[in-house]
C-alpha cells in the first residue's frame, strides 16, 4: 500500500493491561504457552507499530458510562463481561485523527487482515481504485465517516470497518459527551427515542448512504423496539450507530463484494490461537532450558513498554508431557483443528532466531510438536468423515 499512497500507518489503540489480569495463573491441568489470562504487548511482534493512547477523557467518561449501564440492571451479558469490553468504546479516539490521516481501516484483534487466499496484487489494485472515491465523499460530499457492515446481531459491527474523520475533533468531542449523557436500554443514548423513533422523526435517515443510486439499506425492524435488542447496543456498535447514523447521516454499508476479504473469528468458540497455544495437559512438568523440544530463544525478560522504556514480562508457562510423546501426539479433533490452525497461518513454517519474541517461541514450540508427533494423515483416516474440514467460528468480509 506504501506505493499506492503518499504514507501509510499501522496504529493500534491500547490501553495498559490491569494489574490484575496479569496476576492470573492459567489453569494447572493445561499447557499454557499464551492464553488471554497472560498476554503481552510485545512491539517486537509488529515492527513499526504507533500506539494510541485514549485521552483522559475518554477514559473517564467510558468508565463513567460503563458502570451506569450494570447499575441500571440492563446490559450486554454480565458485569464482568461489560467492564472487559470497556476499552471497546476507545475505538472512538480514531474519530480525531483527521489531521494526520484520511482515511483508516479498523480492525479488531480477533480478525485476519490478509488471509493466505487474499491475491495482494489485486488488493492493492483494489485500494487504489476505490480508496481516493471513498475520501472524496468523505471530504467534499456526503461527509461519509463510517463503512462498515451489518450482521444479525446488529445494524452495524464494530470489528471491521474504515473511519473518515474529520479535520477537526468537534465529533470527536461530541461522542465522548454522549458517554455521560442520560442513557437507557429502550431509548439509549441522551434518552433520544428507540430506534424506530428516531428514524421515523426524520425520513432522511432511514437509508444508510451506501451506493450511488441513493436507494441505501433500511435497518431491520427487529431492532426498532430498543438499543437492548442490539448486540453491544451500550457499547461501541450502540455508541457509533446513534452517532453517525441517527444523528448525523454520516454512516455506509459496505457492498460486500472485493478483491480484498478478511476472516473475523466471531462466533461464540474458541479462538484459534487460543486453541493452539493453551490446551488439555497429560501429565505435566516445567520444560526445562536443556529440553531439545525447548525454543531456540528463550523469552526475554523484559518488553518494550509504551513509554518508550521497559517493563517486567512475566515468563511465558512453557508445560509439557513429561512422557516421550508429548500432549499433541494424540490423534484428537483439538489436535487437528489445531494442526489446520497453525497451516492455514503459516506458522508451521515459523522459525525462530535470537530476536525472537515470546509469541514466536510459543508457536514455534507448537510447530515442532505438530512436527515431530502428530501424523496428520493417519489421524484424518481414523476420523473420516467426522474429521474437521475447516476452522469453526469465523466469517468471511468484505472490505469495501
Keep these: 500500500m506504501a506505493s499506492v499512497f503518499s504514507s501509510v500507518d499501522l496504529i493500534a489503540v491500547q490501553m495498559p ?4 489480569l496479569d496476576s492470573v495463573v492459567p489453569d494447572a491441568g493445561h499447557v499454557c504457552r499464551l492464553a488471554e489470562a497472560t498476554e503481552q504487548l510485545n512491539l517486537g511482534d509488529c515492527p513499526g507499530l504507533r500506539i494510541i493512547s485514549p485521552s483522559a477523557e475518554m477514559q ?3 468508565h463513567w458510562h460503563i458502570e451506569r449501564v450494570i447499575r441500571g440492571g440492563i446490559m ?6 461489560m467492564r472487559r469490553m470497556e476499552p471497546t468504546l476507545f475505538k472512538w479516539e480514531l474519530l480525531r485523527l483527521g489531521r494526520e490521516f484520511d482515511a483508516i481501516l479498523f480492525s479488531d484483534l480477533d480478525v485476519e487482515l490478509l488471509p493466505s487466499s487474499v491475491n495482494v496484487k489485486a488488493a492493492a489494485r483494489e485500494w487504489s481504485s476505490k480508496l481516493p472515491s471513498l475520501i472524496v465523499r468523505a471530504n467534499h460530499a456526503t461527509h461519509l465517516r463510517f463503512l462498515g457492515f451489518s450482521d444479525i446481531t446488529s445494524p452495524f459491527v464494530a470489528s471491521v470497518f474504515w473511519v473518515f474523520p474529520p479535520a477537526d475533533d468537534a465529533l470527536y468531542r461530541e461522542g465522548v459527551a454522549l ?16 430506534p424506530a423513533q428516531l428514524a421515523r422523526r426524520d425520513r432522511s435517515l432511514l437509508p444508510f448512504a451506501d451506493d450511488d443510486s441513493g436507494r441505501g439499506r433500511r435497518i431491520d425492524p427487529k431492532f426498532d423496539s ?3 435488542q442490539i448486540d453491544c447496543g451500550d457499547l461501541d456498535q450502540g455508541l457509533y450507530l446513534f452517532m453517525l ?11 460486500g463484494s472485493s478483491a480484498h476479504h478478511i476472516i473475523h473469528f466471531n462466533q461464540n468458540v474458541r479462538k484459534p490461537w487460543t486453541r493452539a497455544l493453551h490446551y488439555p495437559a497429560m501429565k505435566t512438568a516445567t520444560l526445562a532450558p536443556s529440553d531439545s523440544r525447548a525454543p531456540s530463544s528463550a523469552p526475554s525478560a523484559a518488553s518494550r513498554g509504551d513509554d518508550g522504556g521497559t517493563t517486567s514480562t512475566p515468563p511465558i508457562p512453557l508445560v509439557t508431557s513429561s512422557d516421550s510423546t508429548s500432549t499433541l501426539s494424540s490423534c484428537s479433533w483439538e489436535n487437528l483443528m489445531r494442526h489446520g490452525y497453525m497451516r492455514a ?4 513454517r515459523l522459525r525462530t532466531g535470537g530476536s525472537a519474541t515470546p509469541c514466536e517461541n510459543a508457536y514455534h514450540v507448537v510447530a515442532e510438536e505438530l512436527r515431530t508427533s502428530f501424523n496428520r494423515t493417519k489421524c484424518c483416516e481414523q476420523f473420516g468423515h467426522k474429521a474437521p474440514v475447516a476452522i469453526p ?8
Excluded: E, I
Design 17 to 20: 493491561r490491569s494489574a490484575q
Design 60 to 62: 473517564a467518561a467510558a
Design 76 to 81: 450486554s451479558y454480565n458485569p464482568a463481561y
Design 179 to 194: 458517554l455521560r449523557a442520560p442513557w437507557n436500554g429502550t431509548h439509549g443514548w441522551n434518552l433520544s427515542g428507540t
Design 226 to 228: 430498543g438499543w437492548d
Design 245 to 255: 447514523h441517527y444523528r448525523h447521516a454520516a454512516m455506509a454499508h459496505m457492498r
Design 345 to 348: 497461518a503459516g506458522l508451521m
Design 393 to 400: 467460528g469465523h466469517q468471511k468480509l468484505s472490505v469495501f
